[in-house]
C-alpha cells in the first residue's frame, strides 16, 4: 500500500509535453505537461532556476527526511511491528500533500517541508520494521540506494546514458506498468489472494529488482527535465518542485531496494 502511494503520486495519466516537435510522454505527474508550461512561463521572481539551487534544495529537503525518519525509528522502536495508526496518518499525509504540491508548484517550498518530514516519518516505521527482522538492512539499503542515485546522475552528467523522447515513452509506461502492479497487489491482499510479490525466491527478487530500475530509470529523467527547465529560463522559485520531484523518485527507490534486500535475507 506504501509503495502504491509512492507510485501514484510519481505516475498517472500518460501525460505529454512538445518540445523542438518532440512528443515526449511523461511518467511523473507532478511534471505534466500543463504544470511545465506554467513553470516555463511564470518569471515571478526574476532569478533563473539552477541545477545548484534545485540540488540545494533537494539537500535540504533529504535532510529533513532523515530527521522524520529518526523520530519515526524511535516512535517505533519498542515493537517489532510498526504502529498501523501512525502508518495510515502518515501515508495519507505525505499523499494529501503530495496532491496539493503538484496542483500548486509555487507551495513546494513551504509544503515541501512539511512533506519531507512527514514522508520521513513514515520510512523510519517502516526501516525500524525491517531492522527488527534483519538487522542492519536499513544501512545497507541507504548505502545501495545511494550508490545507484549517485551512478545515474553520473552516467546521465557525463553522456554516457542520454534521454530521449522514446527514454520518456518506456520509463512512463514502465511505471505505469509498476502501478497496476502494485493495486493488483493490492486488492489480492485485501481479498486474500495469492502473494504477487514472489515472496523470497527467484521471482520474488526479479520482481523487485525490476522494480527498483523503473524507480532509477524515473530519477533518470527527473535529471533531465531539470536540464530542460535550466536551458528554458524557468523561474528559480520552482527549484524546490523539481527537488520534490526528485525526492519522491529517492523515496521509491529507497524502499525498493529494502524490500529488495530483504528478500535476499528470507
Excluded at 14 to 19: D, K, S, T, V
Excluded at 75 to 100: H, Y
Excluded at 164 to 188: I, N, P
Aim: include cysteine; charged fraction near 15%; hydrophobic fraction near 50%.
Amino acid at each position: 500500500m506504501i509503495r502504491l502511494a509512492l507510485c501514484g503520486e510519481e505516475t498517472g495519466a500518460n501525460h505529454r509535453i512538445f518540445e523542438d516537435d518532440q512528443e515526449i510522454h511523461m511518467a511523473n505527474p507532478a511534471l505534466k505537461d500543463k504544470t511545465l508550461l506554467a513553470i516555463r512561463s511564470d518569471h515571478t521572481s526574476g532569478a533563473r532556476m539552477s541545477k545548484r539551487g534545485v540540488l540545494g534544495a533537494l539537500s535540504m529537503f533529504a535532510s529533513l527526511v532523515v530527521a522524520g525518519a529518526a523520530a519515526g525509528w524511535i516512535e517505533s522502536s519498542g515493537s517489532a511491528t510498526p504502529s498501523g495508526g501512525l502508518l495510515l496518518v502518515a501515508l495519507l499525509g505525505s499523499f494529501a500533500l503530495a496532491m496539493v504540491i503538484m496542483r500548486t508548484p509555487r507551495l513546494a517550498r513551504s509544503l515541501g517541508f512539511v512533506y519531507s518530514i512527514v514522508e520521513g516519518f513514515l520510512l523510519g516505521v517502516i526501516s525500524q520494521s525491517y531492522n527488527a527482522q534483519y538487522h542492519g538492512i536499513v544501512l545497507e539499503a541507504v548505502g545501495v540506494t545511494a550508490g545507484v542515485a549517485l551512478s545515474v546522475w553520473f552516467l546521465y552528467g557525463t553522456g554516457v546514458v542520454k534521454v530521449t523522447s522514446k527514454t520518456y515513452r518506456v520509463v512512463g509506461a514502465a511505471t505505469l506498468g509498476a502501478l497496476a502492479f502494485y493495486g493488483v497487489s493490492l486488492l489480492m491482499m485485501v481479498f486474500g489472494g495469492p502473494n504477487l510479490d514472489g515472496g523470497g525466491g527467484a521471482i520474488g527478487v526479479g520482481i523487485s529488482l525490476v522494480l527498483a530500475l523503473v524507480a532509477a530509470a524515473n530519477f533518470l529523467v527527473d535529471l533531465d527535465q531539470v536540464d530542460r527547465l535550466v536551458a528554458s529560463g524557468a523561474d528559480a522559485q520552482y527549484d524546490w518542485y523539481m527537488a520534490f520531484a526528485m525526492m519522491v523518485s529517492l523515496i521509491w527507490l529507497y524502499l525498493e531496494v529494502l524490500n529488495l534486500l530483504g528478500k535476499g535475507r528470507r
